[in-house]
Nanobody
Framework: QVQLFESGGGTVQAGGSLNLSCVAS?????MGWFRQTPGKEREVVVA????????YSSDSVKGRFTTSQNTAKNAFRLQMNSLKPEDTGMYYC????????????????????WGQGIQVTVSS
């Protein structure tokens, strides 16, 4: 059974930076970070969706958030800069075989393993 180990997050003022890291117990998987806020569906923030590491990013984070993945493709880091209060939420790491992942229509589907979630709070 694949396990995901999340770290990072916390509380920061608007304009600040935070990072999130996720390590999977297996290699060569596609990985992503999703965000959920009360009353809303979980939505993708960033995710890899091919074995070559092509990355999908939500329009709301383009130019502010960057990602990195190690060569073994079992660690996925999200650097969040210029944070806004609307970035607040519970962030979940996800992983799956890249063959299962489809990104389009403002979301990525197919991830079948999820972390427990990390809270990110951005104060105004």
């Amino acid at each position: 059974q694949v396990q995901l180990f999340e770290s990072g997050g916390g509380t920061v003022q608007a304009g600040g930076s935070l990072n999130l890291s996720c390590v999977a117990s297996v290699s060569n998987v596609c990985m992503g970070w999703f965000r959920q806020t009360p009353g809303k569906e979980r939505e993708v923030v960033v995710a890899t969706y091919t074995t070559n590491g092509f990355t999908y990013s939500s329009d709301s984070v383009k130019g502010r958030f960057t990602t990195s993945q190690n060569t073994a493709k079992n660690a996925f880091r999200l650097q969040m800069n210029s944070l806004k209060p609307e970035d607040t939420g519970m962030y979940y790491c996800a992983a799956a075989s890249c063959a299962l992942i489809f990104c389009g229509g403002r979301n990525c589907r197919g991830f079948d393993t999820w972390g427990q979630g990390i809270q990110v709070t951005v104060s105004s």
